[in-house]
């Protein structure tokens, strides 16, 4: 079946570090793929998207590039703030033959503190 | 604010118990989805509906229900309740529920089964 892989957490980075976030994705068929971000107590927020491969989604500094030969869709970002510290979660749609069908499979998110 | 609102925000109920959870979508958007999210299985899809009919189901229990108004409001319906029910709900809205589209997601409401 469809499922997404994201690496483990937590993840603890100094202010202004590199970050990457991998996330590898199991589809039969073109999913658009999505990175949400959750900041405690709080509901899930789209931070980017693609919908066809090679494309790249940014926001707010992050980047990540749908990679089809890899199946996979890296989350990264420069220079971490403290105010990045949440759980993010890679997830996938799947379109149906109708494409109506958008229910989001989601990884089983890595949460991310980073200290000032 | 994504502007789908969720009511309770918190609810406490014990074991055998009915309770029913109610999400207002953003204004304009046709299609309903509520969430589980627990901390063994993560955040699991439960049932989608779009402009007042089911679209898809996932992980959805027997002994749970939903259903989405003229209005286009939804509700959870949990009954039977067990320990194992507890979790953060979460309703998302999307205009026209496809697989491209951008999901909005309410703050959820936390359940408690004693």
């Known amino acids: 079946g469809n499922s997404v892989t994201q690496m483990e957490g937590p993840v603890t980075l100094s202010e202004e570090a590199f970050l990457t976030i991998n996330c590898t994705y199991t589809a039969t068929g073109y999913p658009s793929l999505f990175w949400y971000v959750q900041y405690p107590g709080e509901g899930l927020q789209l931070l980017l998207k693609a919908t066809k491969a090679d494309d790249k989604g940014s926001n707010k500094g992050f980047e990540a590039t749908y990679r089809k030969e890899t199946t996979s869709f890296h989350l990264e970002k420069g220079s971490v703030q403290v105010s990045d510290s949440a759980v993010y979660f890679c997830a996938l749609t799947m379109m149906n033959y109708g494409g109506s069908q958008g229910n989001l499979i989601f990884g089983k998110g890595t949460k991310l503190s980073v200290k000032p | 604010d994504s502007g789908v609102t969720q009511t309770p925000k918190h609810l406490i109920t014990a074991t055998g118990q009915r309770v029913t959870l109610r999400c207002s979508p953003r204004?304009?958007?046709?299609?309903v989805y509520w969430y589980q999210q627990s901390l063994d299985q993560g955040l699991q899809f439960l049932i989608q509906y779009y402009n007042g009919e089911e679209r898809a189901k996932g992980n959805i229990l027997e002994r749970f229900s939903a259903q989405q108004f003229p209005d286009l409001h939804s509700e959870l319906n949990l009954s039977s309740l067990e320990l194992g029910d507890s979790a953060l709900y979460f309703c998302?809205?999307?205009?026209?529920?496809?697989?491209?589209?951008?999901?909005?997601f309410g703050p959820g409401t936390r359940l408690l089964v004693l």
């Open positions: 998302a809205s999307s205009v026209d529920g496809r697989a491209k589209g951008t999901q909005y």
């Open positions: 204004s304009g958007d046709l299609s």
